[in-house]
């Protein structure tokens, strides 16, 4: 069975299929063709795979994002970074990414900040003399920000895929190295600003400019506060937050008068679209991990890893490089779903802290967003931006090493990811 349901996977990926059936397909039919299982198991699997309470932030974070987004205050956070870092040098590169970070407190998706507000800075950075391949490809590195800064659905996945982990814990485990991603991005971005003679805006922003920015950022400001806030004191659980958040978008965008009939309709269907994209995906995703598991790849595997090695650092390595060459591959959420059940065990045994694996992973599997030949995000950046994947994957190449320099620091500093779950109490 095992043979069938590798073979039958790559076999339908290399075909085109899209990765959601190409795992159902592989479970499926190998489940068939073996015999000795029931196949009413697999339709069981997805119904347990998606049945799930913390689950269900996942559509409450994504209608939050999509509402703040209706509201118009993604052009209000950008004001509002262009106020604070505009006039560096390579200052609008530096907007992008504070854009990112800030946006990554709302919407906790690369590919919502990808089609958002970093195409928009992209735009301008066009309009402004910067490389166009370039400005596609800082809109693409600093999208991936998203899933690591909280509210992240790729932590949330993470969290109901494994035991003694929460999702608050893993929340507060990517604060650190999300702040680590935008200040390598900035870093490269000077370089790259230095040697190009990119400029930033030619004045320094007023104390009235720098206030009036900051009022009307304030509303989308407070709401990765109201999240993290009410989970850390114990006000509401995860999923809780994310309904928190969307009731408080909705109520700020009638407050400002910003929605139309039109324009709420459109953000209630967008948001009802990418929920049942990740639902399916994670429906499917769980019959194969299961079958997994039964198969007992993970134990052949650890078996095959210590006959390498049994060091704790050297175990992470081996993982880490596993799971960024899967990365490559295969798209981010269904990769994290195949994985956790198969490299988890391995690293828990190794007495490598779940925080500090399931940050490792998603990072990893984040940056194979911008990695071909898969690369999700470098795909929405080539189409919103009419540019060529083939120059795009060459101009991401510093800022894709600033990112695993921070990838490095995680793996070889566990504290990078469980210093402020342990500072709060969320760590094992």
Not at 18 to 33: D, K, N, R, S, Y
Not at 154 to 177: K, R
Request: contains cysteine; glycine residues 10%.
């Amino acid at each position: 069975m095992a043979k069938t349901l590798i073979i039958l996977f790559f076999a339908t990926l290399a075909l085109g299929v899209p990765v959601a059936f190409t795992m159902g397909i592989a479970g499926i039919t190998a489940i068939l063709i073996d015999g000795s299982l029931n196949p009413l198991i697999a339709t069981q699997r997805m119904f347990a795979g998606i049945d799930s309470f913390p689950l269900m932030a996942v559509p409450f974070f994504v209608l939050a994002s999509e509402l703040m987004t209706a509201c118009g205050l993604t052009r209000s956070l950008l004001r509002f970074a262009n106020a604070l870092v505009g006039h560096v040098r390579g200052g609008l590169g530096h907007v992008n990414i504070l854009v990112s970070m800030l946006f990554a407190g709302i919407s906790g998706s690369a590919l919502a900040d990808a089609a958002g507000p970093s195409a928009i800075v992209m735009r301008m950075m066009r309009q402004a003399g910067y490389d166009k391949n370039y400005a596609g490809a800082l809109s693409a590195a600093t999208a991936t920000i998203g899933p690591i800064i909280p509210p992240s659905i790729l932590a949330v996945i993470f969290a109901i895929s494994t035991n003694g982990v929460t999702v608050a814990g893993l929340f507060l485990a990517g604060i650190v190295p999300g702040v680590l991603l935008g200040l390598s991005l900035a870093i490269a971005n000077h370089f790259v600003s230095v040697r190009h003679g990119y400029r930033g805006r030619e004045t320094r922003a007023t104390w009235a400019e720098l206030r009036s920015a900051s009022a009307s950022a304030l509303p989308a400001l407070i709401m990765p506060a109201i999240i993290l806030g009410g989970i850390l004191f114990g006000v509401f659980t995860p999923t809780e937050a994310g309904a928190v958040a969307s009731a408080y978008a909705l109520l700020l965008g009638l407050a400002l008068r910003a929605f139309s009939l039109k324009g709420l309709y459109e953000a209630f269907a967008r948001a009802a679209i990418i929920t049942s994209s990740v639902l399916l995906i994670v429906a499917m995703a769980s019959i194969f991990a299961w079958l997994l598991t039964y198969l007992q790849i993970p134990q052949s595997l650890a078996e095959m890893i210590t006959q390498i090695t049994e060091n704790r650092l050297g175990i992470l390595f081996i993982l880490a490089a596993f799971a960024l060459i899967c990365g490559f591959f295969i798209d981010t959420l269904p990769a994290l779903i195949i994985l956790t059940p198969v490299l988890g065990p391995i690293a828990f045994s190794a007495g490598i802290d779940p925080l500090q694996f399931g940050m490792m992973l998603v990072l990893n599997l984040t940056i194979g967003m911008i990695t071909p030949p898969v690369g999700p995000v470098l795909f929405v950046i080539a189409t919103v931006g009419q540019l060529k994947v083939e120059a795009l994957s060459r101009a991401v190449l510093p800022l894709l090493l600033a990112e695993l320099v921070v990838l490095l620091l995680v793996i070889l500093v566990p504290g990078v990811s469980t210093f402020v779950p342990r500072f709060f109490g969320f760590a094992n």
